[in-house]
């Protein structure tokens, strides 16, 4: 399968097609010292403006045809260049809009057990259960920040963080030396940045995972949108929504500390997630200061790039996803009702949706591997033709429309994915796919979320992340090692997410959650007049849904195809 699927494989074709690319040009500098989030300090802050352009399909991603840092290309370079000789040093940048409204200063507290948020949008009213970025952020007293992303932008972000107080560190991709170097070189200035580059080796497609950690006075705040470091991804503009988990770990008494084995499981795989990306030893050592416990009940998911053999392919990937799922006692045998909510979508079949829904059901990929590898030739209980009925009632896919981009308020989106070649190959599941439409209208949306209910109802749980539905995100299928002939995971993307049980004690500030509505407020009916069987009312209070429920069959529509539409 060709790794173009996925976002990232998009800017070149995108440039290529006049577009811009928004994403501007770091002015700072790496720092040499270890840091931990401890600490605190100062520096002095250097930026250059750039004008940014919504409608991009930009990525962290630099091509060998005249890439610059972080996506600028040469005619972009030499104009930033230019500027600089003209005006040697802007900080802040002030071109952005402000938003109209001062935020809010929100109580930590309040994030204790965890909460779940759509990204406030500029325009739409706010419910309570939306939030920004300065608020996520809370700059005022920020000491470390670690922020992960597929794209940037820069100057936009260092108006969300007080680089004379806070140290920052921005895990990006690069996927050679040199393009590792020269963002060194463009961040020689700045005294409280450091750069962080995971493995880009081999097959490794895409550093595409969204994560903050950001170190306060008395608390660490753990953050996982669906949003990149974009100001439209946050609703600045008024055209995309995304979601946000968080949860606000409190800080140990001075000198106590945990040891690693005594994490939670949630904390063990973020530690193993940072681990593999290469950050900082300090930074990830310096996460035992705080207290997990409030994490148990959730779960910490993610895709390591590479290849996984030995027992560390059931930690990643759909195969990790599976293990959340039974560590959480969240298994079942039951069929399932899936609905997967993506910004991109791969060259799609049966079999991995197959993949996806035993995850789902929390197999780890063993069982499957085990039947296709057995000596002893033992059938399936059953059949793939059975298995791919089952899954074909209860698996929906949602991604928009044609019509419904065009409709939007942006009218445009580069960053949601599909290609013709994909959707009209005849394995590709088309009858699973739902115009996937906001409850806030002309809205679009970059959200990744699967939610998760068996039969029964009991058990129901939620997936929000950075993983979109494609192989890419989650892996491929498990294979036997040549030399091992053990089971071995390959995955081409870095992401994370995270898994909350329906049950969740977790809470959205001030949102009275309601059954999912469409935009005139009447409840989601089937065409009979009836509720759906199976609805997301489980969901009320823990995640607010998004999404137009049940969503409507596209019945001859095509998806927005972003490649052809110049």
Same mark, same amino acid.
């Given at each position: 399968?060709?790794?173009?699927?996925?976002?990232?494989?998009?800017?070149?074709?995108?440039?290529?097609?006049?577009?811009?690319?928004?994403?501007?040009?770091? @002015?700072? $500098?790496? %720092?040499? #010292?270890?840091? =931990?989030?401890? /600490? *605190?300090?100062? @520096?002095? $802050?250097? %930026?250059? #403006?750039?004008? =940014?352009?919504? /409608? *991009?399909?930009?990525?962290?991603?630099?091509?060998?045809?005249?890439?610059?840092?972080?996506?600028?290309?040469?005619?972009?370079?030499?104009?930033?260049?230019?500027?600089?000789?003209?005006?040697?040093?802007?900080?802040?940048?002030?071109?952005?809009?402000?938003?109209?409204?001062?935020?809010?200063?929100?109580?930590?507290?309040?994030?204790?057990?965890?909460?779940?948020?759509?990204?406030?949008?500029?325009?739409?009213?706010?419910?309570?259960?939306?939030?920004?970025?300065?608020?996520?952020?809370?700059?005022?007293?920020?000491?470390?920040?670690?922020?992960?992303?597929?794209?940037?932008?820069?100057?936009?972000?260092?108006?969300?963080?007080?680089?004379?107080?806070?140290?920052?560190?921005?895990?990006?991709?690069?996927?050679?030396?040199?393009?590792?170097?020269?963002?060194?070189?463009?961040?020689?200035?700045?005294?409280?940045?450091?750069?962080?580059?995971?493995?880009?080796?081999?097959?490794?497609?895409?550093?595409?995972?969204?994560?903050?950690?950001?170190?306060?006075?008395?608390?660490?705040?753990?953050?996982?949108?669906?949003?990149?470091?974009?100001?439209?991804?946050?609703?600045?503009?008024?055209?995309?929504?995304?979601?946000?988990?968080?949860?606000?770990?409190?800080?140990?008494?001075?000198?106590?500390?945990?040891?690693?084995?005594?994490?939670?499981?949630?904390?063990?795989?973020?530690?193993?997630?940072?681990?593999?990306?290469?950050?900082?030893?300090?930074?990830?050592?310096?996460?035992?200061?705080?207290?997990?416990?409030?994490?148990?009940?959730?779960?910490?998911?993610?895709?390591?790039?590479?290849?996984?053999?030995?027992?560390?392919?059931?930690?990643?990937?759909?195969?990790?996803?599976?293990?959340?799922?039974?560590?959480?006692?969240?298994?079942?045998?039951?069929?399932?009702?899936?609905?997967?909510?993506?910004?991109?979508?791969?060259?799609?079949?049966?079999?991995?949706?197959?993949?996806?829904?035993?995850?789902?059901?929390?197999?780890?990929?063993?069982?499957?591997?085990?039947?296709?590898?057995?000596?002893?030739?033992?059938?399936?209980?059953?059949?793939?033709?059975?298995?791919?009925?089952?899954?074909?009632?209860?698996?929906?896919?949602?991604?928009?429309?044609?019509?419904?981009?065009?409709?939007?308020?942006?009218?445009?989106?580069?960053?949601?994915?599909?290609?013709?070649?994909?959707?009209?190959?005849?394995?590709?599941?088309?009858?699973?796919?739902?115009?996937?439409?906001?409850?806030?209208?002309?809205?679009?949306?970059?959200?990744?979320?699967?939610?998760?209910?068996?039969?029964?109802?009991?058990?129901?749980?939620?997936?929000?992340?950075?993983?979109?539905?494609?192989?890419?995100?989650?892996?491929?299928?498990?294979?036997?090692?040549?030399?091992?002939?053990?089971?071995?995971?390959?995955?081409?993307?870095?992401?994370?997410?995270?898994?909350?049980?329906?049950?969740?004690?977790?809470?959205?500030?001030?949102?009275?959650?309601?059954?999912?509505?469409?935009?005139?407020?009447?409840?989601?009916?089937?065409?009979?007049?009836?509720?759906?069987?199976?609805?997301?009312?489980?969901?009320?209070?823990?995640?607010?849904?998004?999404?137009?429920?049940?969503?409507?069959?596209?019945?001859?529509?095509?998806?927005?195809?972003?490649?052809?539409?110049?």
């Amino acid at each position: 399968m060709s790794s173009s699927e996925d976002e990232d494989s998009n800017r070149a074709i995108a440039l290529s097609l006049g577009k811009h690319d928004p994403v501007p040009s770091l @002015a700072g $500098t790496s %720092i040499k #010292e270890a840091i =931990d989030l401890d /600490s *605190d300090g100062k @520096a002095t $802050t250097e %930026i250059h #403006e750039r004008k =940014d352009d919504y /409608s *991009d399909a930009a990525s962290a991603r630099v091509t060998d045809s005249g890439g610059g840092i972080l996506g600028l290309n040469r005619k972009e370079m030499e104009a930033e260049r230019l500027a600089r000789k003209r005006r040697r040093s802007i900080s802040p940048p002030t071109s952005h809009k402000k938003p109209q409204q001062k935020p809010i200063r929100i109580d930590p507290e309040l994030f204790s057990t965890g909460t779940v948020k759509k990204t406030w949008v500029l325009g739409h009213e706010r419910a309570g259960d939306d939030i920004k970025i300065e608020e996520i952020m809370q700059k005022d007293d920020l000491r470390i920040a670690i922020l992960s992303s597929f794209q940037w932008d820069i100057p936009w972000l260092l108006t969300k963080v007080d680089m004379e107080r806070s140290k920052v560190t921005l895990v990006m991709q690069a996927k050679d030396q040199a393009t590792r170097t020269q963002y060194q070189q463009e961040t020689a200035r700045m005294g409280n940045l450091r750069l962080c580059f995971p493995s880009m080796e081999g097959q490794i497609n895409c550093m595409h995972s969204k994560l903050m950690l950001l170190s306060h006075p008395t608390y660490l705040r753990i953050v996982v949108p669906t949003a990149n470091l974009v100001r439209y991804d946050w609703g600045e503009t008024g055209e995309m929504e995304n979601m946000v988990f968080l949860i606000d770990l409190p800080r140990l008494p001075k000198e106590e500390r945990i040891t690693k084995d005594e994490l939670t499981p949630f904390g063990s795989e973020l530690v193993y997630f940072l681990e593999a990306k290469g950050l900082d030893q300090t930074i990830i050592e310096s996460l035992c200061a705080f207290d997990f416990a409030a994490t148990k009940s959730i779960a910490f998911v993610h895709s390591i790039g590479g290849a996984h053999g030995g027992e560390s392919f059931r930690r990643t990937g759909f195969c990790g996803l599976g293990k959340a799922v039974k560590a959480l006692r969240l298994a079942t045998n039951e069929n399932l009702s899936i609905d997967f909510v993506t910004s991109s979508v791969g060259s799609l079949d049966m079999d991995f949706l197959t993949r996806i829904w035993k995850a789902c059901q929390g197999d780890d990929g063993l069982a499957e591997f085990t039947r296709k590898n057995s000596t002893k030739g033992k059938a399936s209980k059953d059949s793939p033709d059975e298995v791919h009925k089952t899954i074909g009632k209860g698996f929906r896919i949602y991604f928009p429309s044609h019509e419904t981009v065009t409709s939007s308020t942006a009218g445009y989106a580069g960053t949601i994915c599909i290609q013709s070649k994909y959707y009209d190959n005849s394995k590709f599941p088309r009858q699973l796919m739902r115009d996937c439409k906001s409850v806030r209208p002309r809205v679009l949306m970059h959200n990744k979320i699967l939610f998760v209910r068996p039969d029964s109802g009991d058990n129901s749980w939620a997936y929000i992340g950075s993983a979109n539905c494609s192989e890419s995100a989650w892996g491929n299928k498990l294979v036997k090692d040549k030399i091992t002939k053990q089971p071995k995971l390959n995955c081409r993307n870095w992401e994370c997410g995270v898994l909350i049980p329906a049950d969740s004690k977790l809470y959205s500030q001030g949102y009275k959650a309601k059954s999912p509505r469409e935009p005139g407020g009447s409840t989601l009916e089937s065409s009979d007049g009836s509720l759906p069987s199976s609805t997301l009312q489980v969901f009320d209070g823990v995640i607010p849904v998004p999404m137009q429920y049940p969503g409507e069959e596209y019945n001859g529509r095509k998806p927005w195809y972003f490649q052809e539409h110049g």
